[in-house]
């Protein structure tokens, strides 16, 4: 036995536990053994997190004397503040060559900052997993990797009002990044260092299962942990299975064991009605949960409930990630399996879903809530919710989470991007996306969308002015493929994350992150008094056109009526519009 867990071994005192938590909940708690190793979380008697300059030093005092703990720096947050990732194996496994047939568990921790469980839990985690090393063999095939903090700028932002909401820490960090940038909104466009540096950890690791450590807003009620472990459609079928079958009714199982039943996290049908039921989400790629399932990496939101007190919270955290670390050892072979035959699944579908509608269809859940009601308020003289916590109920609700197709395509051989579009080649590129390049200038049959109708937002979200209206057309034509385009094959492991970034339709895709905005920008316009005698010209010489002016005329009076639209119609039919204007640059080719 090291020195380390000889010193951890001397002796046995359960973390603190809140008044009401069950009898069997205490058998599965963090153990504190001796006084060296304690956390900073644990020295508050769960009042505090730990604060942003003696994060790392806790797990360097690990490391220090534990072989099997390794810290590397994966990059820097947006004001250059280290970003490191912790890998936890009883075999010192601390490259991924050496995976092998262990199973990888990814969890991020402070993404937002201020929801700080967390980064207290994984420090509780690392500890409890090298005592349980030394004890057997339940994690002999994990290889266990976090991310201490990944909002580090955030972190450092550091008081007591961060959140108004929430019951403690004393003092929390920040939702937003040294830039003001929502990290958990950037998996797509990656505007931020922060993500630059998970995706690259990210696509080196290739994990099994993820978490992502959270805390909510909203509604009272009695659960402490709820969470998203997601078996919708968009997943491929074995994953789906997997999920549904085995590893949700697994962790809700032993999560209930623990004295912490689970229920989904809390999206409520009607605003602040919670008896009219929830609603489940399929996640987009601008979410963390939503991106790593383009890699075929299984998503876990953990949320717990901001009301209850710290020590709750982090011990709900660290109790959800120990069971999905003991399944996710016990089952490597299984995850490794399920994974390899989800990639070759996606890589052999033809048709896509870029959109899904949540449809009526519900299933029954329990839900621990407590009474509630309407209150008039003496401030505002608006409606309050009241919630009696001296009244707690069980309620059987309705959970809306099946999912119906709303918008399918066919998926093209490949994609092919002109080589001015450095940014989103940049991005390809990070994350690990195969391309070639065109070496001979050619001509080539493809599909090309064009956008007929373009409006955005008044105000910036996340840094962009995002589009809410975004209308595209598509047409077979023959273009020229330039020597230097890249041709991005479909068919390879990155194949979702292709789709959803580069169809302009997808609901993240980089077209709606403004990384085309300058294509809706006409540059070059005519002056009527020049333009007409061309365009006459025009209506002379080409029938089709004249006929589609002619019938515009008459059924459209708006157009008829204005000598601006006229000229402006003929102008866009003619070889001097401009090509750049409202095309999306980016085609698709259906390969023979």
């Given at each position: ?292 399932k383009f890699f075929h990496t299984i998503p876990v939101l953990s949320e ?58 519900s299933k029954k859940i329990t839900f621990l809530g407590y009474a509630y ?144 905005n300058t294509l809706f920008q006409q540059k070059e316009y005519f002056s ?65």
């Amino acid at each position: 036995m090291n020195t380390l867990l000889r010193t951890l071994s001397r002796s046995f005192v359960f973390l603190l536990l809140g008044a009401s938590a069950p009898a069997s909940a205490s058998q599965n708690t963090p153990t504190t053994k001796g006084t060296k190793h304690l956390t900073d979380f644990e020295k508050s008697k769960g009042l505090k997190t730990v604060h942003p300059t003696r994060t790392m030093l806790f797990y360097r005092q690990l490391a220090a004397k534990d072989p099997r703990v390794h810290i590397e720096q994966i990059g820097t947050g947006d004001a250059g503040h280290p970003i490191h990732v912790v890998i936890v194996s009883k075999s010192k496994r601390f490259t991924p060559k050496q995976i092998g047939q262990h199973a990888v568990i990814l969890v991020n921790n402070g993404i937002h900052s201020g929801e700080s469980c967390g980064i207290d839990a994984t420090q509780l985690m690392v500890r409890e997993l090298l005592q349980d090393m030394e004890k057997g063999h339940t994690y002999d095939n994990l290889i266990f990797v976090t991310i201490p903090v990944l909002n580090v700028g955030g972190q450092r932002q550091f008081r007591r009002y961060n959140r108004a909401n929430q019951n403690g820490p004393v003092r929390m960090g920040f939702r937003g990044n040294a830039r003001n940038y929502d990290l958990n909104r950037d998996f797509i466009k990656a505007d931020t260092q922060n993500i630059l540096a998970f995706t690259k950890l990210f696509h080196r690791w290739k994990p099994h299962i993820f978490v992502d450590n959270h805390s909510t807003n909203g509604a009272d009620y009695q659960h402490t942990m709820t969470y998203t472990l997601p078996e919708g459609p968009d997943l491929s079928p074995s994953m789906r299975a997997l999920i549904k079958t085995q590893l949700k009714p697994f962790v809700e199982k032993d999560m209930a064991k623990k004295g912490l039943p689970l229920c989904p996290y809390v999206t409520p049908v009607k605003y602040q009605d919670l008896k009219k039921g929830l609603k489940g989400w399929i996640y987009s790629g601008r979410f963390s949960t939503g991106y790593v399932k383009f890699f075929h990496t299984i998503p876990v939101l953990s949320e717990t409930h901001m009301l209850k007190s710290y020590k709750k919270r982090v011990r709900a955290s660290f109790e959800l990630m120990k069971t999905l670390a003991q399944y996710a050892s016990k089952h490597a072979r299984l995850l490794h399996q399920t994974k390899q035959k989800a990639t070759q699944e996606a890589m052999q579908q033809t048709r896509y879903t870029l959109r899904w509608k949540r449809t009526k269809a519900s299933k029954k859940i329990t839900f621990l809530g407590y009474a509630y009601y309407k209150e008039k308020s003496s401030l505002t003289g608006g409606l309050l919710t009241r919630y009696d916590r001296s009244k707690p109920q069980t309620w059987t609700i309705p959970f809306y989470n099946s999912f119906a197709p709303k918008h399918q395509i066919d998926i093209p051989h490949a994609y092919l991007i002109p080589p001015a579009w450095k940014g989103v080649l940049k991005r390809l590129r990070h994350n690990k996306i195969k391309m070639t390049k065109v070496e001979k200038t050619h001509t080539l049959t493809v599909r090309q969308s064009i956008f007929t109708k373009a409006a955005w937002s008044k105000r910036p979200y996340e840094g962009h002015f995002y589009p809410t209206t975004l209308q595209t057309e598509s047409f077979t034509r023959r273009v020229v493929i330039e020597k230097g385009t890249w041709i991005v094959p479909t068919k390879q492991p990155g194949r979702r994350y292709i789709i959803e970034t580069l169809e302009p339709t997808a609901r993240d895709a980089f077209v709606r992150w403004g990384f085309f905005n300058t294509l809706f920008q006409q540059k070059e316009y005519f002056s009527p008094y020049t333009f007409e005698g061309i365009a006459k010209k025009l209506l002379k010489r080409d029938k089709r056109l004249r006929e589609i002016f002619e019938n515009r005329l008459r059924k459209e009076p708006d157009f008829a009526s204005s000598p601006r639209k006229r000229l402006q119609f003929i102008y866009q039919s003619s070889p001097y519009y401009e090509k750049p204007h409202n095309t999306y640059p980016i085609v698709r080719w259906f390969k023979k």
